[in-house]
Every structure is written in C-alpha cells, then in structure tokens.
C-alpha cells in the first residue's frame, strides 16, 4: 500500500512541477525552485514595503557602496509568483545607479523572466513599484544627509 502512495505522490509531484514549467517558462520555473536574494538587509540605505490590490505584500532593501546597489534583497507573503517578480527586481538592481533604478519597470522585470501568466503580471508590476519606492526612500535619506551637512 505505501509503495503505490509513494509512486502516486512522485507522479503528482512530477505533474505539478511540470505544470509550473509550462505556466512559467524555464527561467521563472528555475528561479522558484532557486528563489534568489530572499531575506531581510539590517540598516539598508534604501527601504519599501508595498502592498497591492491582490493582498500581496513585497519589501524591497537596498543597500549602497559609492552610487551603486551593492546588495539587494526582498521578502514577500505572497504567491511564487511575487516572489520570482521580486527576486527579479532586486536582480536587476544590483550594480546599478538610481538612474538605471529608475528605469526598472513590471515590462522590464516580464521581458527578463520571459514567459509568464497573464493573470499574474500584476506581481511584476507590483515588484517594479516596491522597488522604486525604496528609490524614493534612498534618495529621501540621502536629500536629508546632504541637508544635515550644511
């Protein structure tokens, strides 16, 4: 009896993981088996914490050397879906300058994954906005240290 439990087990495992294959293409599948850059950053430079009309909530940290995004993390309560839009996201921001930050969008961070469900484009575009606020929060600090100096 728990020889044929384990078999079915296996081959629904398999049909699962085939089916998130399909609705989420090699490279979206690969990184929700590998979910990259999760975890909180202590003191990071920049900061967001959105939550979109799904429910789903992303925090984006962002952690500076010189202009350029040094490290980058995310963490989500959201469906794998957010959370490979917003392993994305911090990806594309690492070694970047607020200037290219500013130009990571929900297109950019779709067109880098490649295939992805058109029900749930919403998380890259709700990675993509998460991200610019933490942007925003980094350039606010960074307006007040300038501020403070004078």
Request: glycine residues 8%; aromatic residues 8%.
């Amino acid at each position: 009896m728990e020889d044929k439990f384990d078999e079915f087990a296996k081959r629904l495992q398999e049909e699962i993981l085939e089916q998130a294959r399909e609705i989420y293409g090699e490279k979206g599948f690969n990184r929700w088996m590998n979910i990259k850059y999760m975890g909180v950053i202590e003191d990071p430079d920049g900061h967001a914490r959105v939550t979109g009309r799904c429910g789903d909530t992303i925090e984006i940290f962002l952690k500076f050397n010189g202009e350029k995004v040094e490290k980058a993390s995310f963490i989500t309560d959201g469906c794998a879906s957010s959370a490979i839009c917003a392993s994305f996201a911090v990806e594309l921001a690492i070694g970047k300058i607020p200037d290219e930050i500013a130009e990571i969008t929900g297109e950019r961070i779709l067109e880098e994954i490649g295939k992805f469900p058109e029900e749930e484009r919403h998380c890259a575009f709700l990675a993509a906005e998460t991200l610019q606020e933490a942007l925003t929060n980094y350039m606010i600090k960074q307006a007040k240290r300038k501020e403070e100096k004078r």
